[in-house]
């Protein structure tokens, strides 16, 4: 994970993601409660999101047939929890919030970067040499 690539892909601003009603996540989530480090500071946000088992909520490994270990691919658990229905009777449930294109845009972006870099070995300089990684652009088509 290369902090360059949080930074650019917006990701720091996940922190201050408002919920309709309570706050932003940094409000509950700001040192690790329930699995999710969102801090104010994005280098403490970085750091510990790198960490098992925050990273869970970036990427999740994938099996072969076999049981065996293939890949990892994106867990998508903060973008889907926005969606999760409290089921009926529930005591107390997440508090509701909507993901904006733009932020869903830094999640994915991010993900997909990072997991690039890893494959091609370059997770210091940040540099995604993939053919197929497609442009970089942001959710209103320019440089985000
Ligand atoms: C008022 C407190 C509060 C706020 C604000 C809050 N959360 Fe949470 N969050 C919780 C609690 C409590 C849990 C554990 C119970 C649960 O999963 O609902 C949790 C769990 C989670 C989980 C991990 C569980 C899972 O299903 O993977 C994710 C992801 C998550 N929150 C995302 C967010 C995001 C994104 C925001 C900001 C938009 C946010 N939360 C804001 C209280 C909060």
Known sequence: MNFDVFVGTGM?????MQTDFDGPCTGCHSKGQAGLWLA???????ESMKKF????????????GDGNFKDL??????VDKAGEACPPGADGCHPLF???????ASVEQFVSITLQNLAA?????????????????????GTP
């Open 53 to 64: 088992p925050y990273i869970q909520k970036f990427v999740v490994g994938r099996v072969d």
């Open 40 to 46: 104010a500071d994005p280098t403490l946000t970085f």
């Open 121 to 141: 070995h370059t997770c210091e300089n940040g540099i995604v040499s993939s053919q197929d990684a497609g442009p970089l652009t942001g959710p209103d088509g």
């Open 98 to 104: 909507g993901v904006s294109d733009e932020m869903k």
């Open 73 to 78: 691919v994106p867990a998508g658990r903060i």
């Open 12 to 16: 720091g601003n996940l922190p201050f």
